[in-house]
């Protein structure tokens, strides 16, 4: 389940792993793992298509069920839907 804590960490690196592998603080990197963090990358991505108007109904469907089942709670998908990447 991703976190509020993971989705800080995520937007503080920009969603950049390369830098947070760099810089990061050990505190953090046990806080997220490679994979929360390419799964975050993902899930922005299918977003950002249904936010562009660029997916089918049956796309959007499962992106709604793939945010509701990884993320702990409801404050938290709000926090990283929220998430603009440079």
């Known amino acids: 389940m991703i976190t509020i804590k993971e989705i800080e960490i995520f937007q503080m690196f920009n969603g950049d792993i390369d830098h947070f592998t760099r810089v990061g603080s050990r505190k953090d990197k046990r806080e997220i793992t490679d994979k929360d963090w390419y799964l975050l990358n993902s899930l922005?991505?299918?977003?950002?298509?249904?936010?562009?108007?660029?997916?089918?109904?049956?796309?959007?469907?499962?992106?709604?069920?793939?945010?509701?089942?990884?993320?702990?709670?409801?404050?938290?998908?709000?926090?990283?839907?929220?998430?603009k990447l440079i």
């Open 44 to 83: 922005l991505q299918d977003i950002e298509i249904v936010e562009k108007g660029l997916s089918s109904d049956d796309f959007k469907k499962r992106l709604e069920i793939q945010l509701k089942e990884n993320f702990d709670n409801e404050e938290t998908l709000t926090a990283f839907k929220k998430t």
